[in-house]
């Protein structure tokens, strides 16, 4: 297995007592100079090790001495790596992203999958259309990084100099050119999202043609546009990346205040929303978990019943719905992000004001049911 297997089924790989290492690395600033993430793998895997059950050594050791061996010849190419590890399964994923993650590692029955999840959501699949009146210049972002892209030049009239009939007829024509020139845009991106679907669009440029193109946008489109900004065509790639990730941000930082307040209104009087551990937690269980929402530091020590499915936050070793012996989970966060994932639900890592509020109003966790609670 490689790092283009979907979300689904990373979350959905058990491998039983075989056991999955899941590990995550900072790579940025001097630490790829300098290899020095090399040594903060061997030292975390060292003290990671120590604490664990001498019975899963041999399963642990197994894993961490691939990871080494691909740390070995790494060539960094983000400032963050994600890797998931199981030799026994042939499960050998690895993500590289773009932005630094901290340092951490995991040996479970399951992957953990939050990081991870944090960084799609964060960086959902988009499209940039740089443009004005007779260019365009196309990006594809998967993952934060530029899969994709292409430049359009249309043949468009100058504006007209000389006055009377004539100018009025041929700034008509000009518009007109103008027109076909932005509809043509309009049919590259639909193709592109047909071909390659995205879920998110930008337009930048000056602002009377991305003014039109917004005009002209078919309602597929107008559902996906972020925002817009203000360049020129001669903006360089990284200037028109970096201001189209500025709109992403706060895009997404809106939409997820919009969900909290989802989360907020559908709490009260039994509507189709939960918040707090505990009724989150069964919402899961019972996989009646729609959108599983949660604030980005929230994380909690719990228990998993191998017998009847339950998931409860805290140290347990007997399971208070069945009365059997629990399984400890280092963090049920991750646990029911992968298992909402698994039964077809979708998760929103919250951020800034957005994550604020939630750990306010529900201690971080909430989620959005597939059916009232009541």
Known sequence: MTATMSRHALA??????????????????????ERSYRVAFDDMARRYRAALARAAW????????????????????GAGLVIHSCEPLGLWHVVAVPTPIPNEIALSRFARVRSLLDFVDEHEPSAVALVDSEEARVFLLERGQVVDSWDLLSLVPGRHKQGGWSQANYQRHHDNVVDVH????????VELGQRQPYRRLIIGGPVEPVSRLQEL??????????????????????ETLD????VLKAAERESEERVVAQLREGAHDGGAAVLGFTPTLAAVAARQARTLVVASATSQQGASCPSCGGLFVGALSICPACGNVVETVGDVVDEAMRRTIVSGGDVEVTHGVAAAELLAIGAGIGALLRYAAG
């Open 12 to 33: 959905s790989v058990d491998a039983g007592d075989d056991m999955v290492l899941s590990a995550q690395l900072d790579l940025s600033g001097d630490r790829q100079i």
């Open 58 to 77: 041999p399963a642990f050791d197994r894993e961490v001495d691939r990871v080494r061996e691909y740390l070995a010849a790494l060539m960094p190419a």
């Open 182 to 189: 932005l509809r043509t845009v309009c049919d590259q991106l």
């Open 217 to 238: 946008l078919p309602r597929t489109l107008r559902e996906r546009l972020a925002g817009t900004f203000e360049a020129e065509m001669f903006a360089s790639n990284s």
């Open 243 to 246: 201001r189209a990730s500025a």
